[in-house]
């Protein structure tokens, strides 16, 4: 089944955020899905410990450099969908895992120290796919955008990364409180309160785009996505 994975060495990227409106919007749509959550902060572990888990969410966690392949593959065997959550560094955990990947996802903000981050994980990118000869889909996922207006700094971000000839999300990640509540209080967005979250509509319908996004690459570069 696709491995999906999340890097950027640049913390504070968006990146285990992003992960999750993609694993628990996969799973709003009946898919068996499993994380790993190989952060070292490990959000999204703490994530499954609070009310509301999908049953349909396997979350594996304490995997090492020597072990995240050995995860990686056994996961495949059970789960329609495999999402890596991967460390904010340039590590060899990191280029395992993106050896074992179907698509890479760059989260990045609209900052020139994101952009950097992001460059290295490209270039992580084209050194496993020398040493496995293989090519190995990858595209930047803007995040923390604001709804109704993009920053200068953002524009130029966008800009560099598609005369560098990266591939960009049309779907950008929008800044929402409630994304933020999903790891105060758990569950998914469509179990947060409609009284208590604002514009929960908007960040649902957020979310489900970008997965359609995904889906959409998986098909276009792997064969081991269902129709």
């Known amino acids: 089944m696709p491995v999906i994975a999340f890097a950027n060495p640049k913390g504070g990227a968006g990146k285990t955020t992003t992960a999750l409106l993609l694993a628990t919007e996969l799973a709003s749509k009946g898919a068996a899905v499993t994380i790993i959550d190989a952060d070292p902060e490990r959000w999204i572990s703490q994530w499954a410990k609070l009310p509301g888990k999908p049953e349909n ?3 594996i966690g304490d995997v090492t450099e020597d072990t995240v392949v050995d ?3 056994a996961a495949e065997c059970t789960a329609q969908f ?7 560094t340039a590590s060899m955990m990191v280029s395992n895992a993106i050896g074992m990947s179907d698509l890479v996802v760059i989260p990045i903000q609209g900052s020139s120290m ?4 992001g460059a290295k994980t490209i270039r992580l990118i084209r050194n496993q796919e020398k040493m496995s000869r293989r090519k190995i889909a990858h595209a930047v996922v803007l995040t923390r955008t604001g709804a109704a207006i993009t920053s200068r700094a953002l524009r130029n971000v966008s800009v560099q990364l598609q005369a560098g000839g990266v591939e960009i999300f049309a779907t950008a990640i929008v800044e929402r409180a409630a994304y933020r509540d999903l790891f105060d209080y758990g569950g998914t967005l469509s179990s947060l309160s409609t009284s208590q979250t604002s514009n929960l509509d908007k960040a649902v319908q957020n979310a489900r785009e970008f997965a359609g996004e995904v889906i959409v690459k998986l098909k276009a570069t792997s064969t081991r996505v269902a129709a």
């Open 57 to 59: 969410v396997t979350i």
């Open 71 to 73: 995860a990686i593959e």
């Open 82 to 88: 495999v999402i890596v959550d991967l460390e904010g």
């Open 114 to 117: 994101d952009a950097k981050g």
